[in-house]
């Protein structure tokens, strides 16, 4: 495993982006791109005293490796932003009583989209409300591996456990009605599609409904 430790974790933002050619559509654009990494053991110690590790484990994460933020000029009186984030994480333990080191391995895409306006009007039961509405979107694509390694027969390919893909769609939208009641109405839809070795069938959920909090004060 010490080939696999991690190194130091960094940030940065970059702003003003907008004033490229290719970003001129936005009226700001920023790019985000962030590494962490980490490393852990379990051990015990045993009556002599002495620590034995049982296991270890490193994890490395680009998140994102890439992220946009756009921010629009204002749309029919509202504010509209949107984000695209791609995003890769890795990570390898070593059983010390199996032998074995497993590598995990993740990548998901997202894109997210939301429009805010104040002072919205809504006709309701003859009344004309003037209030709050967000409207939001959000679709995720992840995909997911695993690869067993024995130290035993080792081989540089190891051996595949499967994957799986999944895939979220989740429309929302929030209208304030008033300094303490809040109505969302949401819709998500899950797909999971298994992969090579994954021993799951493939499935499809359907969520929605209406949330309505009052807050007592």
């Known amino acids: 495993m010490l080939n696999y430790i991690p190194r130091p974790n960094w940030s940065f933002t970059w702003n003003g982006l907008e004033q490229l050619s290719i ?10 791109h ?3 990494s980490n490393y852990s053991e379990g051990w015990k110690i045993d009556p002599t005293g002495t620590r034995e590790v049982q296991t270890q484990k490193v994890d490395y994460a680009f998140n994102p490796l890439v992220g946009l933020t756009f921010n629009f ?6 504010n509209f932003q949107s984000t695209v984030r791609y995003s ?4 390898y333990s070593l059983g010390v009583t199996t032998k074995n080191i497993t590598q995990a ?4 895409i997202n894109v997210t989209a939301s429009y805010s306006k104040s002072g919205f009007s809504l006709p309701l039961f003859g009344i004309d409300l003037k209030n709050d509405i967000e409207i939001l979107f959000s679709y995720t694509r992840g995909k997911t591996s695993s690869i067993i390694y024995e130290m035993d027969a080792f081989k540089e390919e190891g051996k595949s456990q499967g994957g799986r893909t999944n895939t979220t769609i989740e429309p929302k939208i929030r209208y304030v009605m008033s300094s303490r009641v809040t109505l969302s109405i949401f819709y998500k839809r899950t797909t999971v599609d298994p ?6 069938p493939p499935t499809t959920t359907n969520e929605a409904g209406v949330d309505v909090r009052i807050a007592i004060q």
Not at 88 to 91: E, I, L, S, V
């Open 34 to 36: 962030s590494y962490d």
């Open 195 to 200: 992969e090579g070795a994954e021993r799951i």
């Open 105 to 108: 391995f993740s990548q998901d």
């Open 88 to 91: 890769t994480k890795t990570g």
């Open 23 to 32: 970003f001129k559509f936005a009226k700001r654009v920023s790019l985000n």
């Open 73 to 78: 000029d204002e749309l029919f009186g509202g």
